[in-house]
């Protein structure tokens, strides 16, 4: 069973960076792409970064250019630096997994993200 774990998130004073990762372990056909969504407090959640299969990345309107998603070769580590936070950007982050024919989604249980003004 697939299973991913999102870590690397904190408190950091606006303007500063974070790094965030996200560790699958369990095999998986076939990956559709993968994703990190955000949902801050009384909002819904929003997808804020999304890589291909191929490796081709979109990104949310409100964090192109301050944030950039990566992973290694084996698609067991996916990544997304945040740079020149901003208080707007706290929420708990999720990264996902779509895969399958029928693009099943596989969520983490998120990591808290604080950025104070």
């Known amino acids: 069973q697939v299973q991913l774990v999102e870590s690397g998130g904190g408190s950091v004073q606006a303007g500063g960076s974070l790094r965030l990762s996200c560790a699958r372990s369990g095999d998986v056909f076939s990956i559709n792409a993968m994703r990190w969504y955000r949902q801050a407090p009384g909002k819904q959640r929003e997808m804020v970064a999304a890589m291909t299969g191929r490796g081709e990345v979109d990104y949310a309107n409100s964090v192109k250019g301050r944030f950039a998603m990566s992973r290694d070769d084996a698609w067991k580590m996916v990544y997304l630096q945040m740079n020149s936070l901003k208080p707007e950007d706290t929420a708990v982050y999720y990264c996902?997994?779509?895969?399958?024919?029928?693009?099943?989604?596989?969520w983490g249980q998120g990591t808290q993200v604080t950025v104070s003004s």
């Open positions: 996902a997994l779509v895969s399958g024919g029928l693009g099943s989604l596989t």
